[in-house]
């Protein structure tokens, strides 16, 4: 039914793994089961599930009229099958940092580019998991930001200040969810200098100059899964992602451009079963 665009397509198109040619883009996936593999019973044909294409190796991804996913769960009742194409990589993604990191109730973090797909859902993570957030944002999403819970500020100059300012001190934990933008020893400051306090899903050269956790050196070696949980409050209306835009799949390169340019404030939609202009 539904396909999201992600920054991790374009990493495996540049090289991220080895592979077999042709390859499939769209790695977050719903839609109706048409087959099972073997061994397969947790799922029947005319299920509806979300989750994932084969994205390291698999020939085809959600970008397709059929996809081979090697992850899955049933969308709960209630959750429109669009909305659960922006759910997998984008929750995966912050749900194993976040627990990396640490999601403690008796803490504060700092969210720091929380008006991407990633980070504003790492916001919504830590919200529900107790703890006090603090989240960066361009205006786009600083009001539903709030909205949810978060104390906003913006990023650039006097960042630092500002954020110790809101939370009456130098905040816990920080997670940069920002493309790279040398704000790393920031964030170090804000945490009260101790960089293993700070963890990074994108900079990975400063990560490793200065000592801050990152995906390539900390992520959790057993993967948490929160797909479902947040899948379910995702249905009761309690979790959501930002959808940038959806577009029939015959316009993939329009989606495909606004995804590469790194702007797409939100999250991108292929719809391959649909006809007719971009929404």
Not at 67 to 84: F, K, Q, S, T
Not at 158 to 171: C, D
Not at 173 to 195: F, M, N, R
Not at 208 to 213: D, K, P
Request: a negative charge.
């Amino acid at each position: 039914y539904a396909s999201g665009l992600a920054p991790a397509d374009w990493a495996l198109c540049r090289g991220l793994f080895p592979g077999t040619l042709p390859r499939g883009i769209g790695i977050d996936v719903s839609g109706t089961v048409e087959a099972v593999g073997e061994g397969v019973t947790d799922v029947a044909v005319g299920d509806h599930v979300l989750g994932s294409s084969d994205w390291a190796g698999g020939p085809t991804g959600g970008a397709s009229d059929h996809a081979i996913m090697n992850r899955w769960i049933l969308v709960p009742d209630g959750l429109d099958l669009a909305l659960a194409a922006t759910l997998p990589m984008a929750l995966d993604t912050a749900y194993w940092h976040l627990s990396a990191l640490g999601l403690d109730a008796d803490k504060s973090i700092l969210v720091h580019g929380a008006g991407t797909t990633i980070g504003f859902t790492a916001v919504q993570i830590a919200l529900a998991r107790g703890m006090k957030v603090i989240a960066t944002a361009g205006e786009t999403y600083a009001d539903q930001l709030r909205a949810i819970g978060a104390i906003v500020t913006t990023y650039g100059d006097g960042m630092v200040q500002r954020v110790i300012a809101l939370n009456g001190g130098t905040v816990d934990l920080a997670i940069d969810t920002a493309p790279v933008g040398g704000v790393l020893p920031e964030l170090i400051e804000i945490v009260g200098g101790d960089p293993k306090n700070v963890m990074t899903i994108s900079d990975f050269a400063a990560a490793a100059e200065l000592g801050v956790r990152s995906t390539i050196k900390d992520g959790p070696t057993e993967r948490p899964d929160g797909l479902a949980e947040f899948a379910q409050l995702a249905a009761a209306g309690e979790f959501r992602i930002p959808i940038a835009g959806m577009y029939p799949l015959e316009d993939w390169r329009t989606a495909l451009e606004i995804s590469l340019g790194g702007n797409a404030r939100g999250k991108l939609l292929l719809l391959p079963g649909a006809t007719g202009t971009t929404a």
